[in-house]
């Protein structure tokens, strides 16, 4: 058991200086000051001079490695265990990229597991950019009712180049058979979508739910802070019931050709009245960057960083002056809500104690928590594993 003594709390909605008891893996009890007849095997955790914040959710990571866009010697490594306890990310979701060959799913899941071996709740989508989806079991709807790890397809590719130019009835079906295999698993079937530079925009996807029975909130579209164009398109979907998740993970050079930055994105949403619910950051982390010339050929490429999370949140905050609870909700109650992981993105009673200590004036982190297990202690010291894998 472990009971966090005055602790200033964000659930992410702000719920005082409160007492949190943790038994195993739950969130017990929240109280004013909670007290135990028997201190036996009670480790306390002094809280003073900290925020404590739901451990931080992350949709949107190729915990495998991606890129290759120029070639064998431009494929981005795996992500270590230690990168994402570093970022205060104690729940992701992983994924493949334009390279669904010499990647799997295979892969893609024995990773996860690894990541859950250590400590980490980890998820993953089936599929990769393109069209067929790639799947273990030749069907999306086996794929994500009977692999625990599957809760959705994705991320598909639309208005990109290195995508298989779908057409919104081929579109469709891939929705249709994802959310009936969440409905049948008790999963959120979502689809995530990679969005590209490309003329068409979110096109695709208001073309499936003004000519078919699958909603906007099927769909799961990042990227969506590439440019001013396809920031402006977020906006109308978001405002039309779907979800937008902006990236964390830049490069001057990408900023300089158009990019907005998450948190400068996320201003601009919540200015143009879109309701902070609909929203989420992901860090797209170990993705490659890259940057294509006006011919498609690559001309850079760097990495993304899943700790870009925890600096796009401190940067909404402390530049941005965002209120802590809205950019909180972006990477904590907002994706658990949207993928359906019912246990997570909050401090409340018989949720997963997934805890981060934040410094409560610089916001750095300061400890990490998963399933009440201390994952990096105030030394900055990461939880023992066998490789860091």
């Known amino acids: 058991m472990k009971l966090f003594k005055q602790a200033n709390i964000y659930s992410p909605e702000h719920l005082g200086i409160k007492d949190v008891l943790v038994s195993g893996s739950k969130i017990i009890a929240i109280d004013n000051n909670i007290s135990v007849s028997s201190s036996h095997g009670l480790e306390i955790v002094d809280c003073q001079g900290t925020i404590l ?9 190729h915990i495998t490695g991606g890129g290759g866009e120029g070639g064998f010697t431009t494929r981005t490594p795996q992500m270590p265990f230690s990168d994402a306890v570093k970022g205060g990310v104690t729940s992701l979701v992983g994924v493949l990229g334009t390279d669904a060959v010499s990647r799997s799913l295979e892969d893609l899941l024995a990773k996860a597991k690894a990541l859950k071996e250590n400590g980490l709740s980890v998820y993953c989508h089936t599929g990769s950019y393109h069209y067929p989806v790639l799947t273990i079991s030749n069907s999306i709807e086996k794929d994500i009712m009977l692999i625990e790890e599957f809760i959705g397809v994705g991320e598909v590719a639309i208005a990109d180049h290195r995508g298989s130019q779908m057409s919104w009835q081929e579109l469709a079906r891939v929705a249709a058979q994802a959310r009936v295999g969440g409905m049948l698993s008790g999963k959120s079937g979502i689809v995530s979508i ?11 996807l208001h073309d499936v739910a003004n000519n078919s029975d699958i909603p906007l909130s099927q769909f799961y579209p990042t990227h969506i802070n590439r440019t001013k164009q396809v920031l402006e398109q977020g906006l109308v979907l978001a405002k039309a019931g ?6 964390t993970s830049t490069t001057e050079q990408i900023l300089a050709d158009g990019e907005i930055a998450a948190p400068q994105a996320l201003k601009n949403a919540l200015d143009n009245g879109v309701n902070i619910k609909q929203i989420t950051m992901s860090s797209d982390g170990n993705a490659s960057l890259p940057v294509f010339d006006e011919n498609g050929r690559l001309t850079d490429l760097q990495i993304g960083q899943v700790q870009s999370l925890h600096q796009a ?8 002056n965002i209120n802590f ?10 994706p658990a809500n949207i993928l359906a992981l019912y246990n997570k993105g909050e401090i409340k009673q018989g949720f997963d104690a997934d805890i981060v200590l934040l410094n409560k004036e610089t916001l750095n982190i300061e400890q990490v928590f998963a399933h009440g297990q201390c994952l990096m202690n105030r030394q900055g010291k990461i939880k023992s594993t066998y490789f860091n894998l």
């Open 242 to 247: 779907g979800y937008i998740d902006f990236t």
């Open 194 to 204: 990679h969005v590209g530079d490309g003329e068409s925009g979110l096109d695709l």
């Open 325 to 334: 609870e809205d950019a909180l909700k972006t990477i904590t109650s907002n």
């Open 313 to 320: 949140l401190v940067d909404a905050v402390k530049e941005l």
């Open 53 to 61: 914040v739901p451990g931080f959710i992350d949709s949107l990571v």
